[in-house]
């Protein structure tokens, strides 16, 4: 994996009206020559040439020729691509395994990919192409622990994999299935049910959301607390607003401020310095004080000092950080030393070792 490494850190910078992509010291990898580009996944990246799409690899050789009206990325092998104004599916030899016939899709994630028809709504289509549930779709979810949340005529329930339904169009809301249990409402009150349809938690609540690290945030009489899978409360509702647990830490809000609480109820970090923060992603959270941001750690501390005009979470060691001074983007490490310099009009996480960044230039 080492060898692979310069390599993986590429990301993509826009120059002008072309795409080209630098790796992490900001060195050229592919010359800017594209008209836009997509960041790599699954070892191709989707760049349009002479107004067509293709791919490349991280050589920058052209592996799929440009010949479609539209392209996405690889997921699970496979990737969307657009030939008129229909869409269909080529796997990495650029062969087409699904034909294009479609209004719109969204990749594959397992094994399903959400397809949308004018005429009839959304639905599923498994790899091979065949429907595993006909358009006929409201709103539909992505694929969670077997099952697929969907809304037809205004009623929510719930299909398997197979595109059979598990619970009929019922309820008058739900969330998706996690840790087991879903959110429902039902008579205005909203509770949990099991994959047999079970109440687990009665309706009682009047907001629920999904489970996230064994606690479901939910809401009475206009504060919010946590329950646990029996649905016996573990922190009280007191707060104006409360997030999932994230790294074993919840973000809450309360009199306008925001503090973070560990699953005790403990209050972490008080809600008293910080006007606006995020959920921790890999040990830090960001935080506004004023008008500056900064990075605490799970004790409270500030480890990178309030400093900065705008950032992003801590995604494979790097945020993003934007300076108003020049209105440009770079990135930093957890120390908050710069790592790569503010340069970029957009910039991007890193994602399988990969960034999307874009220079304007006059």
Known sequence: MKKLLLLLFVSFTLIGDKYGYIDKRGKWVIEPQFEHASWFSEGLAAVEIGGKWGYIDKTGKVVIEPQFDGAFEFSEGLAAVKIGDK?????????????????????????????????GGIGYINKTGDWIAEPQFNVVSVYCEGLLMVVKGGKYGFIDKTGKWVFEPQFEMAGNFSGGLAPIKEGGKSGYIDRTGKWIIEPQFNRAWDFAESLAVVEQDGKWGYIDKTGKTVIEPQFDGAWNFHEGLARIKKDGKFGFVDKTGKMVVKPEAYWDAGDF?????????????????????????????????????LAQVKVFETEKWGYIDKTGKWVIKPQFDQAENFHEGLARVRIYED
Do not use: C
């Open 87 to 119: 869409w269909g599916h080529i796997d990495k030899t650029g062969k087409i395994v699904i034909e294009p016939q479609f209004d719109g899709t969204q990749g594959f994630s397992g094994g399903v990919a959400m397809i949308r028809k004018k005429e």
């Open 281 to 317: 992603s890999e040990e830090l959270a960001w935080v506004r004080k004023g008008k500056k941001y900064g990075f605490i750690d799970k004790r409270g501390k500030e480890v990178i000092k309030t400093q900065f005009d705008v950032v992003r979470d801590f995604f494979n060691g």
